[in-house]
């Protein structure tokens, strides 16, 4: 074992001994320093700044590091550092540009790592069967990670702040927090508790960041804080204990969500503190599986502005609050009761800005924005004839929306891709829709009515109503796709006209067709997709589904039966599954009709038919493998076909 | 199982089963076709109201056996009217269909008769309460409460019945005697 000092000012740290001595301040020619040898960064190091970079994977045993006789040492490089004692940097003196990984690899314990305020830029990794590493200052190694694969860490209790903390793999290790307060601007992960040994302290885990999750492994945890203020996206995992749990600093008016996987269960109390934006700045505490609850059990609760789906209120706590908003799916919290407010704003604004008042021609007020059980009515009050509400916010719980009695021009610009809503949704022939968002009906009960007034739709929409209804009152088109993977959707036999349209998924669904035309514009494998048919109750009414586009797109039935489909483009029409139909029909030639090889179809009436100079190919999707068609009695009588590998009967 | 024909005109590419490759037995081609027809108006054309063209009675009518499977469809596409230049708010035709004028004539001698018949009850039955006004037999302030005799109505029913009775028996003379007159003048 050996103490090398650098010398000789900027150079790099390699297989050379030019800057290592055996002095301080002495003649290099000694090293290069290796896992035994501790290394010192001192004033006799160089009389001025100098840089020293890491190359080519350096090892030492503890490095300390302080500034030359005069300006700044600065470690630069991004070579791995493997570090097999402590780390104590100065508290100036030096600058830091390095970005390497650094892992300490200690087998043996007492060591320290002590930045006294240097900001680092590495991920930390601690991995030493047997090496145990205590903070020697406060930590700042920010969007960064500290992992902890082997050994002992511990805060010292001092303040940790990084990105992610995270242990992994199976080997013995403990992570000690003491008084610690530590921050973090990504996530908690403790992705496996085998060999860990956990000890919580006193501390405060805070993430500050606007997505991070918190994996928690059911340990027990004292205060847990989500701190970021607008709108913070956090996925909790693990059937964690919390001391106390809480949500603040909430600014804006941005809308955050906690999605819990498992149920929790707070000693303390579960706050969820109001925000300096009233109303509109929420969180949605939510299951991370839609429609299964997840339990919080709290001995209490202090809840504002927060919106809940898929939540058990449980403990000792009563579980009410101001201006909670009731997603779904929730039990034993009180909600607040329904109110309808109007928007009397001018101009053109978003939905979250201060635009609700209790009447139409009221004064707004931020406490009135319309929580997912609330009516909020346009009227022809404000704004004015050619306005935009932008509805751009993500989780944004729609109410019950009513434009009626809107006769001048209104536009919603729906750019936001995680839309709920909870209610009808009537417009009214002025008013225009915009935006390439999505919105999912997510009502828990009773129908919910899309009345589109003849206007287009240009969003996603998808239907989820879980034991609920969600039908049409007129005719709907759209250009995007539409999907249904929960509840009811009943056309009431308007016509149905979208880019595509999925209902694969094994949750129980029904789709009532009516009589309505659907018109499937788009393309691809899945312009109907059905192919996932499990808990799918397909009312075919006598509906016609008529696949338009002119380039190749599939079918896939989902061995369900319907009643008409209608090959209306030029593409290739692909049918999968093995289904039934009252009739298939063509409305365009030349064109093909191919049908998965080994499938049989099963037909009332089969009407497909080419015109001179234009036939229509009929065939299997696999050369040389038939498909089946069958039909129950009486003839079939086609013409201008051209057939391949079908088997008839 | 059913008979899956593929018509004459259908090209069988390989590997199939079940297909018979003609139209099916005493089959052939059904279809009507109604192309091309058009209102068409030189000059100006005057309308006032909705326009509309009706097809009525569009049927098919098979002498000897038409057998079919499937469903019969009359697809009406593309049915435009189409107006150019101005539009005045005058009728310009009506159309009727199978008129008898023989059989208006007698529908007005019918409404004639029928006419004089009512006129003659009226009388009738005015002239009895009258006589049992005269002789006091009926109150005259029964008719002030009920001038449309429903009062005496029920009171003399059975005179009343006997009086429309006689004006049925002669409504139907004059209706034989109406029908004969008009018979020899259509012969």
Sequence with gaps: ?649 | MASWYAGNNSTNSGNNTGWIFTVPPGGGTLSLTLEDIAITSSGSLSHNGSASVQLDDISFDGSGTVGHDGTFALLLDDIDVTASGSVQPVIVAEAIGGANPWHERIQKARQITEERIRKAKDKEVADIIQSLLDEGVLPSEVLEQNPDYTQVRKLYAAQLAQIAQNAAIEYERITQEEEVLLMMLID
């Design chain 1, 1 to 649: 074992m050996a103490t090398y000092y650098w010398v000789g000012g900027t150079g790099n740290w390699d297989a050379t001994t030019t800057h290592w001595s055996n002095a301080s301040g002495g003649a290099g020619g000694f090293g290069p320093p290796t896992s035994a040898d501790d290394v010192i960064f001192d004033s006799l190091s160089n009389a001025t700044a100098y840089t020293v970079t890491l190359l080519t994977a350096p090892v030492c045993r503890s490095v300390t590091v302080a500034g030359p006789a005069s300006g700044n040492v600065t470690l630069a490089g991004t070579a791995a550092w493997s570090i097999y004692g402590s780390m104590t940097l100065a508290a100036t003196g030096i600058t830091r540009t390095y970005t390497g990984a650094v892992t300490f690899a200690a087998t043996t314990t007492g060591w320290t790592i002590t930045t006294n305020g240097q900001t680092l830029g590495s991920n930390f990794t601690f991995n030493g069967v047997g090496g145990g590493w205590t903070l020697g200052s406060a930590y700042s190694n920010t969007n960064t990670t500290l992992q902890l694969t082997a050994g002992s860490f511990d805060t010292g209790g001092y303040s940790l702040t990084t990105g992610t903390i995270q242990t992994s793999g199976s080997a013995t290790r403990s992570l000690t927090l003491g008084a610690s307060t530590i921050t973090l601007s990504a996530s908690w992960n403790i992705l496996t508790t085998t060999g860990l040994t956990f000890s919580v302290g006193t501390s405060t885990i805070n993430l500050n960041g606007s997505s991070g999750g918190f994996t928690g492994a059911g340990l027990t945890y004292n205060n847990v804080g989500i701190t970021y203020g607008a709108g913070p996206l956090i996925s909790v995992g693990g059937a964690n204990t919390f001391a106390n749990f809480s949500i603040t600093g909430r600014s804006g008016l941005a809308i955050g969500y906690v999605s819990l996987s498992s149920n929790q269960i707070i000693t303390g109390t579960f706050t969820v503190a109001a925000p300096t934006s009233l109303g509109a700045s929420r969180m949605l505490i939510q299951s991370a599986t839609y429609g299964t609850a997840r339990t919080i059990t709290a001995a209490a609760v202090s809840l504002t502005d927060a919106d809940f789906q898929d939540i058990t209120g449980a403990g000792a706590a009563t579980w009410t609050g101001t201006r909670l908003g009731n997603a779904g799916g929730n039990s034993n919290i009180t909600f607040d009761t329904p109110k309808t407010v109007y928007w009397n704003l001018s101009g053109t604004q978003q939905w979250v800005a201060n635009g609700w008042a209790t009447t139409s021609t009221g004064t707004p007020a931020r406490t009135n924005y319309p929580l997912a059980q609330d009516t909020a009515i346009f009227t022809d009050n404000l704004p004015a004839a050619g306005a935009t509400i932008n509805i751009n916010s993500n989780y944004i719980c729609l109410p019950t929306v009513d434009c009626t009695a809107r006769t001048a021009g209104l536009t919603f610009s729906i750019t936001a891709t995680q839309i709920y809503a909870f209610g009808s949704f009537t417009l009214s022939s002025a008013m225009t829709l915009s935006g390439g968002g999505a919105l999912a009906w997510m009502n828990r009960s009773g129908i919910a009515t899309i009345t589109s007034a003849g206007k287009a739709w240009t969003q996603t929409v998808s239907i989820q109503p879980i034991g609920a209804t969600v039908q049409l009152g007129d005719a709907f088109s759209s250009s995007g796709p539409m999907s249904v993977s929960n509840g009811t959707f009943d056309t009431q036999s308007y016509n149905v006209t979208c880019s595509t349209f999925s209902t694969s998924n094994s949750n129980t669904r029904t789709l009532s067709l009516g009589s309505s035309t659907w018109t499937i514009t788009g393309s691809g494998t899945t312009a109907w997709n059905a192919s996932v048919s499990t808990g799918l109750t397909l009312n075919p009414g006598s509906s016609t589904i008529s696949m338009t586009s002119a380039t190749a797109k599939t079918f896939a039935g989902g061995t369900k039966t319907y009643w008409n489909l209608n090959q209306g483009g030029a593409g290739a029409l692909t049918i999968s599954g093995s289904n039934t139909f009252n009739n298939l029909t063509n409305s365009v030639q030349p064109t093909t009709v191919t049908f998965t090889s080994s499938t049989t179809q099963t037909f009332a009436n089969f009407n497909l038919n080419g015109i001179a100079g234009n036939l229509v190919t009929i065939n299997a999707s696999t050369a040389g493998t038939r498909a089946n068609l069958v039909k129950t009695g009486g003839n079939v009588s086609c013409d201008y076909l051209n057939i391949k590998d079908l088997a008839a009967a």
